[in-house]
Structure formats: C-alpha cells, structure tokens
C-alpha cells in the first residue's frame, strides 16, 4: 500500500474523478488529499465503517471531500 497520500486519495476515488483530479496540478492534488485525510481523522462516523471496510471508509470520505466543492 502506497504511503504518499496523494496517491491513496486517488486510489479512493472512483476511475472517473480519478482521472479528473489526475489532471490538476500537484499542488492541487495534495490540497485534496490533505483535506481526505482530515476527513478520515475527524469523522467518527467513518470510524464504524473503517472497521468493515477500509476502502470503502476511504472511498466516502473522498466522495465527500469532493461534494463539498474542493474538487
């Protein structure tokens, strides 16, 4: 499993946002996948979820991250 967060946050994403935000400017991908990650540190309803099933708890918290309108 990767350790950069840019590439776990793309992992997250399904492969049509994947490609969109492969397309911005790193800097843009790691304003992303920094507010991913704080969405996966402060959300405790993701916390359940985590427990059964990682990826999926990843996967929400970046479809969140993008309908808030930071993608």
């Known amino acids: 499993m990767s350790t950069d967060p840019v590439g776990r946050f793309l992992t ?3 492969p049509d946002h994947r490609k969109v935000i492969s397309a911005k400017p790193r800097e843009e991908q790691e304003r992303l996948a920094a507010a991913w990650e704080r ?32 993608g």
């Open 12 to 14: 997250a994403l399904d």
């Open 39 to 70: 969405e996966l540190e402060e959300d405790t309803e993701l916390d359940s979820l985590d427990e059964l099933s990682p990826p999926a708890a990843e996967a929400e918290a970046a479809r969140r991250v993008l309908d808030r309108g930071t």
